[in-house]
C-alpha cells in the first residue's frame, strides 16, 4: 500500500521503531539509521539481538552513521532530501546518538531545509511545555499517564492497601506512542499531497498514553476521583479456576442471567440482594465469593468453551505461548516464520490486518544486522563508490 | 486540512469502533456517524449530568470519542432505511464497522453490497476475533481480549496470583491500528483508485502489542516473565517509590553507572554505592517530597523520572495546560465540558474539530442537502419512523 514512501528511522526507543515497523509492514521503504558503533540500544551489542529488537524491526533495512563526526552529519543532511518521512523519537539528532558536545540537529527545524519532509518526533513529553526535554522510559511513561496509578486496584488494594502501583508488563506506552506516530506521517503525507510540503509532527507519548485513560478523566470531570481503592469493576474480573484462571465480566442483565443459568441457577443468585445490576455492584464482594467458589472447581477451557456460545464473557487466561497455539490464531495466519540469519526460525505475529482486495501486508523481511546495508543504501542513494563508503568508514564517520 | 474532500460512513460505535471515524475526523474527513434510537450506543447510555431522566446527550464519554461528527439516526433495518445507506455511501470515500461479523450483510449492507455502490470504498471492518476464524462470533469486551491474547499475562505482581491490565487498553489500541490501516489505504486509493476491505481483529492488534513476547517464547522457550515495577534486564534499577501524602509515587529508572551516579551526588550519598544502597537512600530522600517535586528535581538531574499522577494531577498541571492536552468546551446540553484534543500536534498546533452530535442533528443535512431529495419525501422518511 505505500510502496513507494521512503522512511528514514533514526530510533533508540520502541515509539519510532515501531511506527517504522507498522509502515514497513504496508511495504514503505524504510531504512533504519544508527548511531556508530553501538548501534540502536535495544540491541545486544555483546550477543545476539533481543526478541524485542527483532519484532520491531522486520522490513527494515539497516544503515549506520557517526552524527558526532562532522562528515556522519553530513551523511545525515544528504540523505533526508531522498525520504519522505523522518521518524525520530528524541527532539535532538546529535543528542540521541550518544554525543555530548556536538551541536543538536533540532528535528523540528528540518522541514524548513527540506520543504517535503515530514517530521514525526516522539518524546515522553512532547516537544513544548515546561516537560520538553525531559527523560523517560517506559515504566515512568506508563505511571505518569494514569494507567499506572490505577493498577492493582480492587480486591487486590484491599489486601495490600500499601504496595506501590504496579506497571503492566510489556512496552504498552511504547506501542501507543508509535502507532500515533505511524497514524501522524500518514496524515502529513496525506495533507502533503495537498499542499506540497511538508511538516514537523509532534508525538508525546504522554498524550497518546492519556488518550487510553478516558474513563477515569471522564470521571473526574463529573466530580469523581478514581483511586486503586475505588477504581475497577464492582465484581467479576480475574478467578481462579481449576486448572487456570478465567475473566469474567457479567456487566449486562441478560449476561449475568446466562451466567446464573450456566451455574444451575444457584440459591444465592435469588437473593434479592444480587436481584438487579445495581444490587450487584453494592454487594459485589460477596457477589464474587460465590462466583470464584463455583470457578474454583471447573476447567478453565471448559469455561471458556462456555462462554463463547453463552452471552456472558467469560475468557480463559492464555498465556503467550497458549495465545499463539489457538486454532483461531492458526486459521487466521496471525503468525508468521521469519528466518533471522543469527537468532533462527521463529514465530512472530503478523500485521494485524487482514486485507480483502489487496493482498496481504508485506513484513516477512527479518530484522537487519548492524550496517548490514550500509554500502548498497549509500551507494543507491547518494551514489557513493565503495572507495568513497570505505574513505568515511576509516574516519570514523560510519 | 489533510483529509478534507473525504467523506466517512461511519457505523463504528461503542468505543472501539467510534475511535477510528474520529481520527479521520481529527484530520479534516466528514464523519456521518450512523446511530438508531432502537438500539443506543451504549456510550449514549448512563445517568445524566443535568435532571434525573436518562439523556443519550449527557454522557462525556461520547462526547470524546464521537468528536467533530454528524449523526444521522435512521432506521438501516427498514427497506427505506437501507436504500438510503446505499444511496449515501455512493456520496463516501470510508465506511467503518465494529458489528459483531455478519450484521451488516444480513441487513444487506455488507461491504460487497456498498463497494457496488462505491467501487473504490476504503473499509474497516473491526471486531473482537475479526471476520474470519473459530473465534468470529467471540463476545468480547476490552477485558476478554486481554485475557485472550496473553496481554493479562505480563501484569501485575511477580510470582502471585494475576491481576490483569484492568483497563480497556484492547479498545483504543484496536482503534489505532484500524485508524493506521485506513489512512494507508486512503493513500493507496489516492495513487491507485483501489479501494480496499480491511478486517482488524481485537485479538491480533492485542497480540501485536506483545509481539516481543511472542518472539521470545518462540525463540528461547518458557514463559515471559513478569517483571511488575521491575525492568526486563539491563537497567541498574527501576522502582516505584512512595512520596510524601497519601497514594502519593514516583517512577524512577536508573539505566547504568551514569544515571546512578547523578542520583548519589543529588542525595549526597557515596556514588560508587551498589544500586540497591542508592535505591534504598532514594527511597528515603522521596518519602518526604511531594511527587511532582520529587519528579522535577530528579529530572533536573537528568534522570528519568514520573510522578504517578491521577486525573486530577494532570488536569491541573502547567505542562498540560500548555500543551492544551484538554480542550474547554460548550455542549448544548450540559453546557462547559472538558475534552481531550487529538494526540499529535502539526508545528505545535491543534486541529480545530466540533462538538460530538446530537442524535440526529444532521438528519436534514444529509437527505436533503447531500441526497437532494424533497422536503416532501423527508417529512415521509420521518413520519415512518425510517429517520428517527
Known sequence: MLGDVQVLEVSGQVSAAFAGKLLAGFGAEVVKLERYPAGDPTRDPDGPDPALFLFLNTGKRAVTANLAHPDGRELLYRLLPCFDVLLVDTTGLA???????????????????????????????????????????????????????????GLLHEQFPDRPPVGAGGHLAGYQTGLTAATGALAALLDRDHTGRGQFVDVSAQDAQLSLNHLPVMRFFDGVLETTASRGFTFGGVMPCADGYVEVLPLEEHQWQDLVGLMGNPQWAADERFA????????????????????????????????????????????????????HARERGSFQRIDHPRAGPGSYPRMPFRLGTGGEPIDERPAPGLGEHTTEIYGSYLGMSAAEIDGLRSRGAL | MRLDGVRVLDFGWVWAGAVPGQMLGFLGAEVIKVETRKRLDYMRVGRPIVGTEPDPEQQPMFHNVNRGKRSLTVDFRSDAGRELILELVRHCDVAIENFAPGVLDRAGLGYERLAEQRPDLVMLSLSGGGQQGPLRELRSYASTIAAYSGLDSLAGYPG?????????????????????????????????????????????????TVGEAVVAVDLLGGDPPVVGNGGYGGEAFQACLRCRGEDSWVTVQAEGPEDLRRIAELLGVDPAGTPEAIEQALSGWCLDRDH????????????????????????HHPHYRSRGTYLETEHPVIGWEMVYREPWLWWGETGQVGRAPLMGEDNEYVVRELLGRSAADYAHLVETGVLQ
Open chain 2, 292 to 315: 511532582v517535586e520529587a519528579m522535577e528535581v530528579l529530572q533536573a538531574a537528568g534522570v528519568a523520572a514520573g510522578a504517578v499522577t491521577d486525573a486530577g494531577d494532570r488536569f
Open chain 1, 276 to 327: 438487579t445490576g445495581r444490587d450487584r455492584a453494592r454487594h459485589g464482594r460477596e457477589v464474587n465469593q460465590h462466583l470464584r467458589e463455583w470457578m474454583r472447581t471447573r476447567k478453565r477451557d471448559q469455561l471458556a468453551a462456555i462462554g463463547q456460545t453463552s452471552a456472558c464473557p467469560i475468557a480463559p487466561y492464555y498465556d503467550v505461548d497458549e495465545a499463539m497455539a489457538t486454532p
Open chain 2, 160 to 208: 502471585e496470583e494475576p491481576i490483569g491490565i484492568q483497563q480497556a487498553y484492547p479498545d483504543p489500541n484496536a482503534s489505532l491500528h484500524g485508524a493506521f490501516a485506513l489512512l494507508a489505504a486512503i493513500y493507496r486509493r489516492n495513487q491507485t483508485g483501489l479501494g480496499e476491505h480491511i478486517d482488524v481483529s481485537q485479538l491480533e492488534a492485542g497480540l501485536a
Open chain 1, 95 to 153: 543528542e540521541e546518538h550518544g554525543v555530548e558536545h556536538s551541536p543538536e540537529l533540532p528535528v523540528e527545524r528540518l522541514p524548513e531545509q527540506f520543504p517535503r519532509l515530514v517530521v514525526v518526533a516522539t518524546s515522553p513529553f512532547g516537544a513544548t511545555g515546561p516537560y520538553h526535554g525531559f527523560a523517560g522510559s517506559e515504566h515512568t511513561i506508563f505511571h505518569a499517564g494514569g494507567e499506572g496509578y490505577l493498577l492493582g486496584a
